[in-house]
């Protein structure tokens, strides 16, 4: 009994040592125009002896793999003791700042950051509202990372603020967290949103609403809800207590990140003026609730813990996100939120995306997912050429291993089983899963080696069996020959009226002409073309056929011969099988929760 004691006294003191420091932060706006947020951290119950402080603002945000810059915003640095003496400090790098704290048991440092970033759901400011993801506005120490603490907010005037952070009974604005990694994962609006309390499965759920558009706000809380019964279906709980559906609706709105227990997304005002429009943001809403679970739950190797000053390399992106983006739409189908004639028309469309990728061949998935902080989210000249998508190409692949496993089970599996297993196998208290970790589990449901699959499909590149594995679900694979068109095989853009050459197709009549990026398209045969009519233009002449386009280049006018040729890859449709067997069927049936008819 005394050697146990011992034992938890030994184990027990340094960490009650460690649970008396407090870390409280401030957050302040008073002058949104200048788009500067004001920011306090304040740590107490330091050790007393003496020594220094780093306090490190991290070089990217949960979510979106590349680095941010977000050290090159904060200005006005100081700190002081708990009595308000100033203490001596200095960055030993970017993101660095090291205070000497001498024997002080108490640090506090302020700074300001500019925060004009909506777009990139970081940190924003203006006159009206803001919008914070910590890891961009708020440093932390390491050595008290993992402590409770709490974030006050000072709002502009009447704002008030909306977060998935718990907020203290008695000061909504007082926001709790139990670490820094709870925070970083948390964003924070305040202004004059929208909040939208609603009751899903037992658990409160908010759908916050910046901005202005003819939505439908009843429709919008009912088709969420239906969102949230199907994922709790399919996984099985729901891993919180309250969620946040954060929107910002404005004219140049777009794409999300996911979080803890909230999301943060973007439209425009026109994504609910149409049917087709509004389906569109409930597959941002599937997608980033999906993640909920893949990974904000069931996170890859390389992403656990977070390491917020480096980047977190990793080959499983294509699972947290290919396979996210495979099943947001596969849910919405599931639920009724859209047909399954939709969906199937549109993997018609990613069969000749596919196979129009020059970068399918060169790059395989798994490299891919590990070159995303080194080469995917910069967006190259050479990308569409040289890389795959993780995201595209990974909802693709996820989509054929779930036939795959279908069919090898005789429809009593799928990737819906896997997807389970690995959440229960490898929860967030855990060491992350790899790839191996996913074709183990995946082989243990198809009942057989996947070894072939996974080494072409993930880690090479051998072209996907569209036709053979969707044969599986008694789909037929039909290229429409006859309307191959004329093609030129140069990405463009509209640029202020100008039509500008931002991607040029490898083996393409462009490329074998010469044309480049950056070039500014004038004419095809002496009469003007404009971005919004050059494939139309283009498909006018026959293959073979010769045209000469006229075209700026370093501002000097120059011309090109370019002999057209047949598009490389025919579009597609994709019909039902006139004579399916019953394991078609069922596999149909099963996939897409909808009869066979």
């Known amino acids: 009994m005394k050697c146990v004691l011992l034992f938890l006294l030994t184990v027990s003191f340094p960490a009650l040592m460690t649970a008396q420091a407090t870390v409280d932060y401030t957050l302040g706006m008073s002058k949104p125009t200048s788009h500067l947020l004001e920011v306090e951290l304040r740590l107490n119950n330091l050790p007393a002896g003496s ?33 308000g003496g100033t203490l001596e400090w200095a960055k030993t790098d970017k993101s660095t700042w090291r205070v000497e704290k001498g024997h002080a048991t108490g640090v506090t440092v302020r700074y300001k950051v500019y925060a004009n970033e909506f777009g990139d759901r970081t940190r924003g400011l203006n006159e009206d509202h803001a919008f914070v993801d910590a890891t961009s506005v708020f440093m932390y120490v390491e050595k008290y990372r993992h402590i409770p603490l709490t974030v006050t907010v000072k709002p ?6 909306t977060s998935g952070l718990e907020a203290d009974p008695t000061n909504p604005l007082r926001l709790l967290a139990p670490n ?6 948390s964003p924070i609006e305040v202004g004059h949103q929208k909040d ?29 809800s239906t969102i949230v019964r199907a994922n ?39 994504a609910f003026k149409t049917p087709l429009s509004y389906q569109g943001f409930l597959g941002l809403v599937s997608h980033e609730y999906f993640h909920t679970w893949n990974v904000k739950q069931l996170r890859p190797k390389g992403l656990l813990p977070y390491d917020y000053m480096h980047e ?63 080469k995917f989210w910069k967006g190259g000249q050479q990308s569409f050429n040289s890389e795959t998508d993780y995201y595209g190409k990974g909802s693709n692949v996820s989509m054929l291993l779930d036939l795959e496993i279908r069919h090898r089970s005789n429809n009593k599996h799928s990737l819906d089983d896997v997807m389970k297993a690995m959440y229960h196998r490898f929860p967030l208290t855990g060491k992350g899963y790899t790839v191996d970790d996913l074709q183990k589990i995946s082989e243990e449901f198809a009942g057989s080696s996947l070894a072939k699959f996974f080494d072409g499909y993930v880690h090479g590149t051998r072209p996907l ?29 509209d640029q202020n009226g100008k039509t500008i050459v931002h991607g040029i197709l490898t083996d393409s ?14 004419a095809i045969n002496g009469k003007r073309v404009r971005n919004a009519d050059l494939q139309d233009r283009i498909a006018e002449f026959k293959p073979g056929e010769k045209v000469k386009i006229t075209f700026f280049r370093d501002d000097t006018l120059r011309d090109v011969d370019v002999t057209l040729r047949l598009q490389s890859v025919p579009s597609y449709k994709l019909v039902k099988t006139a004579t399916p067997t019953p394991l078609q069927k069922a596999i149909y049936e099963s996939w897409l929760k909808t009869k066979w008819e």
């Open 312 to 374: 977190n390399y990793t080959k499983e992106l294509w699972i947290a996100e290919g396979t996210t983006s495979y099943f947001d739409g596969l849910i919405l189908v599931r639920c009724g939120l859209t047909s399954s004639s939709q969906m199937i028309n549109g993997l018609a469309g990613a069969i000749q995306f596919d196979r129009q990728r020059p970068g399918n061949k060169i790059q395989s998935l798994s490299e891919s997912s590990f070159d995303a902080w080194v």
């Open 232 to 270: 709790k279906e399919f996984w099985g709980d729901l891993p919180y207590n309250k969620y946040v559906f954060m929107l910002h609706i404005t004219p140049h709105g777009g794409g999300g990140t996911e979080h803890i227990n909230s999301t943060i997304m973007g439209t425009g005002p026109g």
């Open 180 to 185: 820094y990694d709870v925070l970083a994962d």
């Open 51 to 83: 020594g220094s402080v780093d306090f490190l603002m991290p070089v990217w945000r949960t979510g979106r793999y590349v680095l941010f810059d977000f050290a090159g915003g904060v200005q006005e640095f100081s700190a002081s003791d708990a009595s």
């Open 465 to 493: 069996e569209w036709e053979t594995i969707l044969g599986y679900a008694g789909l037929d694979v039909q290229a429409q020959d006859s309307a191959r068109k004329s093609w030129l095989g140069a990405q463009t853009y």
């Open 156 to 161: 502009y005037q009447d704002w008030h603020a």
């Open 509 to 522: 009549p462009a490329f074998d002409a010469g044309l480049d990026i950056g070039d500014e398209l004038l």
């Open 196 to 224: 939208i309390v609603f009751d899903v499965e037992g658990k409160k759920h908010v759908l916050m609403i910046f901005g202005e558009a003819n939505y439908n706000a009843e429709q919008m809380v009912k088709d969420i």
